[in-house]
């Protein structure tokens, strides 16, 4: 067996004929063998004292008939950390080593201090530590994580979460309905309800507030966390039409950073916190190589579903603003399989966003997770959404300018559950429940991985409440029946079971543990079932079937006749003994939703080179066929028509031939598509002025994915110059190109806060050679505005060693003598003690480059720079320890920097350079 820790019995892998009954677990508990977490199917975590030890001891893998399994290292580390450049984003150093920061979930009767000792004994850093999680986070080198994973007292290993990033109020309940029951007789604000709120920053102490807002720890007001508040609970002070969803809530403002999990836990405990707003998520992008981490079930989604069970709290997160981001290939699967993290956990309610017309947004994420789930479970507005600001108002898109109108909502529902019953917090089951039953239908009819179950109601969800249309139970094995009398004249009976799901196993290929069965009878009539989503087909309607993945499931009846019906709540599979769940319903009408249509990007930009570009047209499947009006002879569409349904159209584009920019506008399902391709590039001769006043806009060529103005002028090596790009309306972006058109320089924000300037913040730069140099005016990102550039000159000056200038990589394999000398540049990375040579080449994304350094004279170590100036890896000693290498797959494409340099200072000396799987460059 592996090692365990000073309290803890080993731990093994049990799989049964059938699920762990209470009697199964008495039995295996009699003979020293304890049950603990379900995993799937009939396999279970357990613990063996020593009872369960010499039971089990030369009998595995079977003991009358219950198979034992042992667990192997590989069992419990995370694909995320197969690589040795893995999980990127939690890549460290530890002791000089390559090192990862890593999340240990332990076993549940694990002691969390036996735990730390053990690590501390074995020389890993302790970054962290959570009794409650039970779990400890440790920096630890990549090469020992399989010995971490050999402790018998650890169950799951994976990366730290990447770093946490942020995602009038009037329209936002006016879609809700919201602003019929904040006023009048019975009127509900959220008052006295407790919401905490993690952010970025605090919440600003503006007026809307006064009286309202407490802070969980040091304040520092932020503008996205004051907007969200804004929406949530402002009172109207500063304006009326800012007024938010629910203007009685107390407010608990708090940050993301640290253990985030652990304030909502101590922010319930001390403060009495009841409902959880999150408008963040994990950072989910290409450059970090994790995604693959939509819709994840991670250890940190099963902490926000720990919180719903065990402290009762409604935890809201935003769907998260995947879809225009044009990363993770998102456009070739019409955006599906976008979930958010940790808006992925089963207990969570995940918010997408909507317009005003209750289209979907443009960059909203759609479902569903990578084990079938239903996400998104609610939409709000999210569109255009003006909300507080420290000096007024501010305006603003995205799925964190909706979820805190759920949240405000949930107050409202608080509010009111609890003068029904005089219970201070209603079950967070309930609230989900009431919420989205009651929910206005949109998009596909039923549930859809778009919308989740729609909008909120307001007065709806108030009347289901009013009308005390809901019930909490608990069942354990077996069925319970709970009779529904409907009345004459119901438009529609709509019956929604919610269960808050016990924490799921990130091991696990589904993260349902208890699995519960909705279904509705009335005499004489078939047995109704759940509208179930097929994850296959995220774009087809719901249809009447099993629910095997989902912790919802609601019965549809259209025109139900009056009298009962019978509620059947069954229990399928139980991974754990009991489970408590809510049940409502209503029988307000609820018509075929109406068509609703969204196009990712109203707007392309495409180079002169032409190419493919794919168009997501998101449209609800009761829409009438949609037709494409291409009058363009230069675009090619690779679906004809009629449009039904969500679909991902491609559009080819032919070489632009022309001497300038041209547009096209062409209309999909009636939704209007303009797509603006560049010509080739103008080059203009810097004017004797040495200053240029230009607009930067569509009609200018694309570079590397901006518009682009391009000059030249003529020098001579030695000479010294200094180029200045400033404007108001964008992010400017410099290149210098030499003769050969290699980059020289670049730069980014060197001067102000979105300013570039070479070669820096003051003085100039040397020019390395003789001949016709280019500058490169862009911006940073897709933008367009007015730009002002001067260039400076200097007389000639003694031109430097050639080496101190990257030397071009034309072509792979590449192979070549190198040599640090005192003379070798001190411009590098690793700083001016270090003597280093720089080499470019010109890569596209995707390639994998491979990179060594060999026959050193010198402890050599290399750097990876991409284009934008990051570092994408180092790397000191190879595996065989005798010089340094890189493997890796770039993510994007551009002027790559490989630096030779030395691991101690003032080092000189030969080396060998090998590089591999570099593109040939034309000459």
Known sequence: MAAQTKSSPAHVVVELASAATALTRAALRASGIEIQDWI???????ALDARGVAATAGTRPALDGIAIYDLTPADKISSYLSGPASA??????????????????????VSVDDALSQARSQGWGVLGESAWQHRITLRIARDELSQLAALDFVRHIQPTPPAPVQFDNFWSAQLMEADKVNTGSGSVTGKGVKVGMWDGGTVASLPDFTGRLKFLEQPFSDAHATHVAGTLAGDGSTEQALRGIAPGALLFSGTFYGDVFEKMRLAVASSGVQISQN??????????????????????????????????????????????????????????????????????????????QSDISTFSGFGPTRDGRLKPDVTALGVDVRSLAVGGSLTASGTSMAAPAISGMLALLVERLQARQGDSQPKASLLKAILLNSARDVGNPGPDYVFGYGIPNAPAAIAAVDENRYLVNRISSGSANHTITVPGGAGTLRVMLVWSDAPGSPESSTSLVN???????????????????????????????????DN??????????????????????MGGAEQEYALTWTFESVPVPPCTITIDNSVLTAAETGGTLPVVLTQSNQCPPGEIENPSGWVQTSVPGPLRGSSVVKMRLDPNQTSGSRSTMLRLAGKELRINQSGPCIVETLPSSLEVRKYLGIMDCIYYGSHAKLFTFDAKAGQTVSIQMESADFDTYLELLGPNLNVVAYDDDSIGKTDSRIPGPTGRLTLPYSGTYTIVATSYALHEGTFVMKVEFGGPQDPPPADVFPRQITGCPFTAPGQLTDSSSADGRRGALYRTQAYALQAFAGQRLDISVSEA????????????????????DDAAGTGSRITETLPLGGTWRIEVTSFAPFITGNYQLQVMGCPPVAK
């Open 279 to 356: 408008s963040w998520g994990e950072a989910i992008y290409e450059s970090l190589g994790n995604c693959e981490m939509y819709g994840e079930y991670t250890q940190e989604e099963r902490l926000v579903d720990a919180l719903t069970v065990n402290q009762n709290l409604s935890v809201v997160f935003a769907m998260g603003n995947p879809r225009d981001s044009g990363e993770c290939a998102l456009s070739a699967r019409a955006g599906y399989y976008s979930a958010g993290i940790p808006a992925s956990a089963k207990n969570a309610i995940a918010v997408a966003a909507a317009s005003r």
């Open 515 to 549: 699995d519960l069965d909705l279904s509705l009878s009335h005499a004489g009539d078939p047995v109704a079932l759940p509208l179930t989503l097929n994850p296959r087909n995220p774009a087809a309607d719901a249809q009447p079937a099993v629910n095997r993945r």
């Open 857 to 876: 004279d010198f402890d050599s170590f290399v750097y990876l720079i991409s284009p934008t100036g990051g570092i994408l890896a180092t790397n000191d």
């Open 88 to 109: 990127k984003w939690a890549s460290a150093e530890w002791q000089g080593r390559p090192a990862v920061d890593v999340a240990v979930l332990l076993f549940p009767d």
């Open 552 to 573: 919802v499931e609601q019965v549809v009846i259209q025109n139900p006749p009056a009298g009962d019906f019978t509620a059947v709540v069954s229990a399928f599979r």
């Open 40 to 46: 799937d199917g009939t396999r279970y975590y357990a």
